[in-house]
């Protein structure tokens, strides 16, 4: 089925121009920059430096392209309001949700289809062919792109099958939804939970919630984390200006859950974003590793991993270097 069935076409124009291949009726692959500059330059994302994970090979997807119950400030994605036209964004679509077999099968699909405009450059020599053809199969899924994907309700069923495939699978949440993670079926290779608030009020201002309640739902995903076995992550999307003032709010809540890594990670003025932040929100490396300094003054979190170049800086007080995947 279409998605301009179910969505608004303003929208779906909207998506296309901005490169998202659209799987299914609710689902999207779209192409990571670092996945081109691995192919023609050789540069390779955090994810690579860090973990292991090959650029190159990497499927950036969402399952809930449309979906999200959060409208938060630093996010590059559409929203209602960007636009001037509405949806729900929590709502079911009118025919249900696609099987997982659907999203994994047409997810591939879209991979292939996006690589498929680097073959002339292959034949030119721009890029070694042997990278071109282990790039047509995707080792690494990071189910982070847009929206949230905890809405999906079969979840579970989809990072299985990217499992079966031989895939490591990287979840990104907002960790609204802890029945959600908590009832997953397989459980991804490592688990992000994403934050951006440091306590109620920043929670308000920042992800401008769908319902308030939802900074209590987070606590209780955040206490989830120990429980689940799969390496976790509290990933601290950093805006300068906005929530990089209180290391020791952030502090507080990494010594209470203690997540294996604590990620610090720069907001980037892209997309939607710039609409709604300005350039001077997003920190340079120097911010960011300044940050994540005194998070581990107040933390005993010792900096084991920082890439320049994505504007990261990895934290962890239980290893000396992080975990490798591949």
């Known amino acids: 089925m279409k998605f301009m069935a179910f969505y608004p076409q303003q929208l779906i124009l909207k998506l296309k121009r901005q490169k998202y291949q659209l799987v299914g ?6 192409k990571c920059n670092w996945l081109h500059q691995s192919l023609l330059y050789n540069r390779v994302c955090y994810k690579e430096q860090f973990f292991g994970i090959k650029s190159h090979r990497c499927l950036q997807m969402s399952p809930s392209l449309f979906h999200c119950n959060f409208h938060c400030l630093h996010c590059w994605r559409i929203m209602p309001e960007d636009i001037g036209i509405e949806w729900n964004e ?6 249900g949700w696609d099987t997982p077999e659907k999203v994994f099968e047409e997810s591939f699909e879209a991979q292939r289809k996006i690589l498929s405009g680097y073959k002339s450059l292959v034949l030119k020599g721009m890029i070694e ?15 982070s ?3 949230e994907p905890t809405l999906y309700p079969y979840l579970g069923e989809l990072i ?6 031989r895939c490591t699978v990287f979840l990104v949440t907002n960790g609204t939804l802890p029945n959600a993670l908590s009832s997953l079926s397989s459980l991804p290779t490592q688990l992000y939970i994403s934050l951006t608030a440091y306590d109620y009020e920043s929670f308000i201002k920042l992800n401008r919630p769908v319902s308030k309640t939802l900074w209590y739902s987070i606590s209780k995903s955040l206490e989830l984390m120990n429980s689940l076995n799969c390496p976790t992550v509290l ?15 952030f502090a507080k809540i990494i010594n209470k859950y203690e997540p294996l890594y604590t990620e610090v990670k720069a907001y980037m003025h892209i997309g939607y974003s710039i ?4 350039r001077e929100n997003m920190p340079s490396h120097d911010d960011i590793r300044l940050f994540a300094k005194q998070l581990s003054e107040n933390t005993g979190y010792k900096i084991i991993g920082e890439s320049k170049d994505s504007r990261v800086v ?4 239980k290893l000396n270097t992080p975990k490798k995947f591949n």
């Open 314 to 317: 990895l934290l962890s007080k």
């Open 90 to 95: 929590l709502a079911p679509p009118r025919q």
């Open 275 to 278: 609409y709604r932040l300005k």
């Open 145 to 147: 792109l847009t929206g």
């Open 25 to 30: 009726v609710h689902s999207a692959v779209k």
């Open 235 to 249: 990933r601290i999307t950093s805006i300068k200006g906005l929530n990089m003032e209180k290391p020791e709010a």
């Open 129 to 143: 062919q042997s990278k071109y053809v282990e790039a047509l199969t995707p080792t690494q899924v990071a189910i």
């Open 160 to 165: 299985e099958l990217y499992k079966r495939a």
